[in-house]
């Protein structure tokens, strides 16, 4: 291309691959030459490997917003990132769904230890051997024998809504027209009883009690509040069949959250004839709310 000046060069608006760029250089003369450099030669210093959209560059695969850039799919915001699903906050990570704090986590709600959105229930006591017999007296003792766990709720450890179940059998034996007491209690706070049955004859039958309680207040006696609701079956010699009574009751007067419970039941006959037997063979005692 010959010498041309500046101003004799037409003036260009677009430019493609094979169009030419004219520049003027100034270095092999003082009035200066042109010369003509491809348009694709630009344009691959900008797109190229290092260029805003090449390899390295800003939305190139190793740029800011590039695969492996800080928004990319390794980058801290992507996938494998610090907030991506794999990272530390991503659904794979220490406090994601299945991370340590997550769902399925150690801590999570499947996890080795997992806090639960509703109470925990869990057996507390199981006699593991019968009951002292209670036979030929009239003495108020107690139908419960040694077991595993324990039937103690320690002070201020109750809340309210707390629920718990007991079921107690074993034999029975009474004489015609004798009377028979079962109580529930707590040291000498009564949770309920089934006052003085008149029995029938029974000769070494089956017996069971089934009793429900609930916390309904915390506090101090007159202001706690338990409801305790029981049946108490046993079957007869004349009919082969079972008979009973049953009983609910509220205790809002002497029942104490503030000090130590321990579960009791007793049995009391009316009078000591050697007929009058009765004594347990299972006692389950669960928390069931």
């Given at each position: 291309m010959p010498d041309l000046p500046i101003s004799s060069l037409p003036a260009a608006t677009t430019g493609y691959a094979n169009s030419l760029l004219v520049i003027v250089n100034y270095t092999p003369i003082a009035s200066g030459r042109t010369e003509a450099v491809p348009f694709s030669a630009i344009t691959a210093s900008i797109a190229g490997t290092s260029g805003t959209n090449g390899t390295n560059g800003t939305s190139g695969t190793n740029g800011t917003s590039g695969s492996s850039?800080?928004?990319?799919?390794?980058?801290?915001?992507?996938?494998?990132?610090?907030?991506?699903?794999?990272?530390?906050?991503?659904?794979?990570?220490?406090?994601?769904?299945?991370?340590?704090?997550?769902?399925s986590g150690t801590s999570g709600s499947s996890g080795t230890s997992p806090v639960s959105l509703y109470p925990y229930v869990y057996g507390l006591f199981s006699q593991t051997g019968n009951s002292d017999t209670i036979s030929g007296t009239t003495s108020q003792l107690s139908l419960v024998g040694s077991g595993a766990g324990s039937l103690t709720i320690s002070a201020n450890t109750f809340s309210v809504g707390d629920s718990f179940q007991v079921k107690i059998s074993g034999h029975i034996s009474s004489k015609n027209n004798d009377t028979l007491t079962i109580r529930v209690k707590t040291g000498s706070v009564i949770l309920g009883t089934t006052n003085a049955i008149t029995m029938p004859t029974i000769t070494n039958k089956d017996f069971e009690l089934s009793i429900f309680f609930t916390i309904r207040a915390l506090g101090t006696a007159t202001n706690a509040s338990i409801v305790s609701q029981g049946t108490f079956l046993y079957l007869v010699d004349s009919s082969s069949k079972f008979e009973g009574v049953n009983f609910s009751?509220?205790?809002?007067?002497?029942?104490?959250?503030?000090?130590?419970?321990?579960?009791?039941?007793?049995?009391?006959?009316?009078?000591?004839?050697?007929?009058?037997?009765?004594?347990?063979?299972?006692?389950?005692?669960?928390?069931?709310?």
């Open positions: 850039g800080t928004s990319g799919s390794s980058g801290t915001s992507g996938s494998s990132g610090t907030s991506g699903s794999s990272g530390t906050s991503g659904s794979s990570g220490t406090s994601g769904s299945s991370g340590t704090n997550g769902t009751t509220v205790n809002n007067t002497t029942f104490d959250t503030t000090v130590s419970n321990t579960l009791d039941i007793t049995a009391q006959y009316s009078s000591s004839d050697a007929g009058n037997v009765i004594f347990s063979e299972l006692l389950i005692l669960n928390k069931i709310y």
